[in-house]
């Protein structure tokens, strides 16, 4: 039988990994012979005009297949009916951040799963806690995953630690294995680099910072190099996302803060040099390192921040240390087998015993959607009159012509969130 697959994570946001990581998981089930889609939350998104119009909005478009939109628990549950097996992660799905943007506030009952009827196949792949430390999630909220955990079919974990946290908080048995990205060899993701379309120099370091205040040391380090004839490559400057992969193929060393540019640096075979972000989820390439016993450079947020020349001259000298990955690759090559398999043998696995039949409020969909559009609604009758006074005063004024482009491009973009 095929298999109809929804796969749930940030598919969609404006990053680079976020969509990588879809990608991945999406391809990995469609090579075996079932049907996946992204839940589609992307109007979380959709933050001014050029979302729509941005190198993930059209990667997304491309390269990923989408269930009708999802606003919330009850359309959730409505696009929930069309799909027997539906997958989390990767990425920070599981944290408990309350005061994080609300762009990327999960709802519980979704990334849980637990309104789905107890015949719908559950799978956690590589899902994260974003942190080690659990203590700080409210008693509560820890009761009413637990009960939603325990329906899972299978449950991986990104990090070591989550191993831990299922164990302990939830009550639950988790796997440790890789970030889906590494679901893909390089040749399948040298594919997709091959999309790439932006010139590189023969030879050249590449610097992926997410974090801002890494921005100068990265600057100078990059000055450094290109000084003795090594020039740079910055990533996140709104490269397309395969150029974005191929950068990292083509590039002599890597320099990031990135978890996700890591792994790519990783899958091929770059030296890489990490910037540890203590206090965004430092765990996960140390995490990493230690499972593949490979010795990466990692600089720590102290010692970047501080940015003194002994770090410096320490981060420059490792422009020609090559990264000898001969020890590491047998446990690469495991522990990449071990991550598809849990994933396999998750698909492969009987279906759970239970109704399929998902119960649907129907007023409570309407509803959501209802809350969707009023504020979009809201917005146009108000700046209708203004843009519609403005264009004819425009005539006459030029400050005023300025002032109903403002307005124009706004309206444009409600009324694309309004047809979404």
């Known amino acids: 039988m095929n298999k109809k697959i929804a796969i749930l994570n940030f598919a969609g946001c404006p990053n680079y990994g976020a969509n990588l990581t879809a990608y991945a998981i999406a391809e990995y089930c469609k090579n075996r012979g079932t049907t996946p889609a992204l839940i589609d939350r992307r109007f979380l998104y959709t933050l001014d005009l050029t979302s729509f119009n941005s190198p993930f909005s059209r990667f997304c478009q491309k390269h990923l297949r989408w269930t ?28 408990y951040k309350p005061n994080w943007d609300t762009r990327h506030i999960q709802d519980r009952e979704i990334f849980d799963f637990s ?14 806690f974003g ?11 820890v009761e009413a995953r637990s009960a939603a955990l325990k329906k899972f079919t299978a449950i991986s974990v990104r990090e070591a630690s989550g191993v831990d946290i299922c164990r302990d908080y939830y009550g639950v048995q988790a796997v440790h294995v890789l970030d889906p990205v590494f679901l893909l060899n390089s040749k399948e993701w040298g594919r997709l680099a091959d999309e790439g379309r932006k ?18 040391i990265c600057h100078q380090l990059a000055e450094r190099w290109d000084s003795t004839g090594l020039p740079s490559v910055h990533l996140l400057n709104g490269e397309e996302v395969a150029d974005w992969v191929n950068i990292i193929r083509q590039c ?39 499972m593949l016993t490979m010795p990466i450079p990692i600089f720590s947020e102290e010692e970047l921040l501080n940015n003194t020349e002994n770090t410096l001259s320490r ?15 047998p446990v690469l090559a495991a522990q990449i087998d071990a991550t598809r398999r849990f994933l396999q043998q998750a698909l492969d696995a009987p279906m759970p015993p239970g109704s399929t039949v998902v119960q649907v409020d129907r007023s409570a969909v309407r509803a959501e ?12 009758r108000r700046l209708l009159p203004q843009y519609i006074r403005h264009r004819i005063q425009g005539i006459f004024n030029r400050d005023k012509l300025a002032q109903s482009g403002r307005e124009k491009r706004r309206l444009l973009l409600l009324w694309k969130l309004i047809t979404y």
């Open 199 to 216: 010139t590189l120099p023969n030879e050249f370091a590449a610097f992926c910072t997410l974090h801002t205040p890494y921005v100068p």
């Open 315 to 329: 981060l420059a000298a490792l422009k020609d240390a090559p990264m000898d990955y001969t020890a590491a690759e």
């Open 115 to 128: 309104d789905l009827p107890d015949g719908k196949k559950r799978i956690a792949v590589a899902a994260s």
């Open 252 to 290: 002599k060393v890597l320099v990031t803060d990135s978890f996700h540019a890591t792994c790519f640096g990783i899958i091929f075979r770059k030296p890489v040099i990490y910037l540890n972000i203590e206090s965004r989820g430092g765990d996960r390439i140390p995490s990493l390192s230690r």
């Open 68 to 95: 009708p939109h999802c606003f919330g628990r009850h359309t959730f549950r409505t696009i929930s009916a069309d799909y027997d097996t539906f997958i989390v992660g990767s990425d920070q799905v599981w944290t």
């Open 131 to 141: 942190s080690a430390d659990h203590s700080n999630v409210p008693k509560e909220f």
């Open 369 to 380: 959607r209802r809350a969707y559009l009023a504020p979009l609604w809201k917005e146009i």
